[in-house]
């Protein structure tokens, strides 16, 4: 479902073809809208506010659509969505689809209103990104459709339960959010964000720092440290560590001079690589060039 992107596409060449009503509440306004398209829709769009759109039409009309979170996810990462699609305040949506036609209602909702309502700030990690694309939550829907209904059907004090539809869905969108993001399926990073990091530390050149393998990872360094802790169950400095030493090891083995393998990896000093050497395997380079050494020739001998 692709209703956020739509708005704003359409905002950027004129506006929807028809805009049955448009409601303003206190968190921001309900819209009812509809527009056509001459050709499918390819178009990055970033947004101010969150967003919830629901199409009014047959959920097959919204079988093409693809998502993809560019501010968070691989650019080739496209996911499939939903009938019901929530884009958080902040993020980048690139949206491709072969819909020509749309009718929908548009809850948007201002991030700092809606925050100070809930008595909170609303962490929306990545991890429950993917679950945002297509939202199968009953209440939400049921509330949506009420206030479609309060809109075409105006009676008593329409406005206010409009007003009050669009808070409750603001409230259960948080709820929803929050137990996709805090259930039992923690945050784990995906197996492309684990290959980038492989693939840097598999560079013969200076250890990367947290933040350059967030930046590569389009992640927060605390997001990246806390999942990378929940994919492999060590701390991602560790890893890194780890991995680095590993390398080390290989270059010793092959006949490297230690002092060669300390500037090949960027460190200012061999005594710096040392220390590290040392951290990460319990013994000095040269002890480990002593030991495979005498490895070897007992391998020889025997």
């Known amino acids: ?30 819209q009812v809208a509809s527009g056509s398209w001459e050709a499918p829709i390819d178009i990055c769009s970033r947004f101010t506010s969150h967003h919830l759109q629901i199409s009014m039409l047959p959920e ?21 969505c939903g009938s019901a699609f929530f ?11 072969e819909v020509k036609h749309l009718q929908s209602v548009v809850c948007e909702f201002n991030p700092g209103t809606v925050e100070a309502m809930l008595e909170q700030q609303l962490d929306w990690e990545s991890c429950a990104l993917r679950a945002m694309l297509d939202i199968r939550n009953r209440a ?3 509330l949506c459709r009420r206030i ?14 409009i007003d009050a539809l669009a808070t409750q869905v603001a409230v259960e969108i948080s709820r929803h959010i929050h137990k996709c993001s805090d259930g039992p399926s923690p945050c784990k990073l995906s197996e492309w964000r684990l290959r980038l990091i ?7 050149k200076s250890a990367p720092t947290l933040e350059e393998l967030a930046e590569l990872c389009s992640l927060s360094v605390r997001h990246l440290c806390r999942a990378f802790q929940e994919t492999r169950q060590q701390s991602l400095g ?7 030493a590993e390398h080390a090891k290989r270059m010793i083995a092959s006949g490297m001079a230690i002092k060669s393998v300390a500037y090949s990896l960027g460190f ?6 040392t220390r590290a050497f040392r951290r990460a395997t319990g013994e000095s380079p040269k002890q480990y060039l002593e030991r495979i050494r005498a490895e070897k020739m007992t391998l020889s001998l025997g």
């Open 1 to 30: 479902m692709v209703l956020g992107t739509y708005l704003i596409m359409k905002a950027m060449i004129g506006s929807w073809d028809s805009v049955e009503v448009e409601v303003p509440t206190r968190l921001g306004r309900v």
């Open 60 to 80: 097959s009309h919204t079988s093409s659509a693809r998502s993809c979170f560019r501010n968070h996810w691989n650019p080739q990462r496209f996911e499939a």
């Open 87 to 97: 884009i958080p305040a902040g993020n980048e949506i690139h949206f491709k689809s």
């Open 140 to 142: 939400i829907r049921d």
């Open 148 to 161: 479609v209904q309060e809109i075409r059907n105006p009676s008593l004090a329409a406005g206010f339960m």
């Open 198 to 204: 492989d693939q840097r530390l598999s560079e013969e």
């Open 238 to 244: 560790l890893y890194v560590a780890q991995r680095r």
């Open 268 to 273: 200012s000093a061999p005594s710096n690589f």
